[in-house]
Nanobody
Framework: QVQLVESGGGLVQAGGSLRLSCAAS????????MGWFRQAPGKEREFVAG????????YYADSVKGRFTVSRDNAKNTVYLQMNSLKPEDTAAYYC????????????????WGQGTQVTVSS
């Protein structure tokens, strides 16, 4: 079993930056492909970014491509989401999750989830 704890959320003005972290428990973290999702009030959870276990392959939603960067440090059991040029529409709770199988873009492809961290972007 894997436990995930996100941190780094907060309130930021449009155009600003935040760096989210997701700390994972368990010695097998390095074997997991990981993902970031977000969910705004009244909306479905949506894919943001994904990263393979080695860190060498990454995936992004079109809405964040060129602004967000996903990375990981397997020695620290941590995955990151660097968010630049933030927009009000990026406001949501952000979740990290372990990829099980299937498309990176589908929430059903993931199994363990963190509790989320809130990101609010003011205009």
């Amino acid at each position: 079993q894997v436990q995930l704890v996100e941190s780094g959320g907060g309130l930021v003005q449009a155009g600003g930056s935040l760096r989210l972290s997701c700390a994972a428990s368990g010695r097998s973290f390095g074997n997991y492909n990981m993902g970031w999702f977000r969910q705004a009030p009244g909306k479905e959870r949506e894919f943001v970014a994904g990263i393979r276990w080695s860190g060498g392959v990454t995936y992004y939603a079109d809405s964040v491509k060129g602004r967000f960067t996903v990375s990981r440090d397997n020695a620290k059991n941590t995955v990151y989401l660097q968010m630049n040029s933030l927009k009000p529409e990026d406001t949501a709770a952000y979740y990290c999750t372990t990829h099980h199988s299937g498309s990176y873009c589908r929430a059903t492809s993931y199994d363990y989830w963190g509790q989320g961290t809130q990101v609010t972007v003011s205009s």
